[in-house]
């Protein structure tokens, strides 16, 4: 699977790492990246970001993988879906999608994941401000590749409840990906 980190994160970002960590015991490889805008500015239309995910699926398919998945945190799930949009992967997983924001509708994303052809598993904050559940709820209806698993009492970050986070969507990955 490729990993992809939120806004300003890296192929570090602690709960990625975890996710790793935790679908390793599964036997599920993954490799993380990082991407090329970090530090400045998304690129127009994302073409960076999205030839950063291209390139580290492309690496994972070199060395054998069968099945893909795109997982991404927060920003990375929004650039793991438009990509998915595009060309779909095995399955593709967002640990709290940032789909809009206060005062901050983004179109976009919510075409590209009302759009995802692929099962896709979305984890979400009971609380998560950038990303209401109203919304996600709306989506998923429409689209019924989509899963909706919903984190109660957290935010945006998940805080304490981060490992809950992390091992709902690796039990949801290890059902998809073998």
Request: charged share 30%; net charge neutral; proline share 7%.
């Amino acid at each position: 699977m490729v990993l992809a980190p939120g806004y300003g994160g890296d192929d570090r970002q602690p709960i990625l790492r975890a996710l790793a960590a935790r679908l390793a015991k599964d036997g599920i490889a993954a490799r993380a990246v990082t991407f090329s805008t970090r530090g400045s500015r998304p690129s127009r239309a994302y073409e960076r970001e999205l030839a950063d995910l291209r390139g580290a699926r492309e690496r994972l398919r070199e060395e054998g993988a069968e099945r893909i998945a795109l997982v991404g945190r927060s920003f990375g799930g929004r650039m793991c879906a438009f990509l998915a949009r595009a060309e779909p992967p095995d399955a593709l997983a967002i640990l709290g999608h940032p789909i809009a924001p206060p005062g901050r509708p983004r179109t976009d994303d919510e075409a590209a994941l009302e759009a995802v052809a692929c099962p896709t598993l979305v984890v979400q904050g009971e609380r998560d401000e950038l990303g209401p559940l109203g919304v996600l709820e709306r989506i998923a209806g429409r689209n019924p590749r989509i899963d909706l698993v919903v984190i109660a009492g957290a935010g945006h970050d998940f805080g304490a409840a981060e490992p809950e986070a992390v091992e709902a969507a690796a039990r949801w990955l290890d059902s998809i990906l073998r």
